[in-house]
């Protein structure tokens, strides 16, 4: 089993800056990828950016060149850093770690954000 704790969110202005994380204890050195996915109201969960334990990323086209997703090894710990935010950014944004041996996937509790216009 995996845990997962999200920190960060928040409520700021349109263009400001959130750093988001994710704190993983248990059975971490079976997780193969990291990631933060959001749900706003009324809306599908949507990925928004994936870190692999190589360290590859991916992006939703929507963040690209404004958020940017990273990890510490050392602390088990990954990171959302997300700059130029918009109104449209406001969700519900949760951490994910999966294995990628049965597509096992871990959630975290989820921590709020919101950007006011």
């Known amino acids: 089993q995996v845990q997962l704790v999200e920190s960060g969110g928040g409520l700021v202005q349109a263009g400001g800056s959130l750093k988001l994380s994710c704190a993983a204890s248990?059975?971490?050195?079976?997780?193969?990828?990291m990631g933060w996915y959001r749900q706003a109201p009324g809306k599908q969960r949507e990925l928004v950016a994936t870190i692999t334990s190589g360290s590859s990323t991916n992006y939703a086209d929507s963040v690209k060149g404004r958020f940017t997703i990273s990890r510490d090894n050392a602390k088990n710990t990954a990171y959302l850093q997300m700059n130029s935010l918009k109104p449209e950014d406001t969700a519900v944004y949760y951490c994910?770690?999966?294995?990628?041996?049965?597509?096992?996937?871990?959630w975290g509790q989820g921590t709020q954000v919101t950007v006011s216009s």
């Open positions: 994910n770690a999966r294995r990628f041996v049965a597509l096992v996937d871990y």
């Open positions: 248990g059975s971490i050195s079976s997780i193969n990828r």
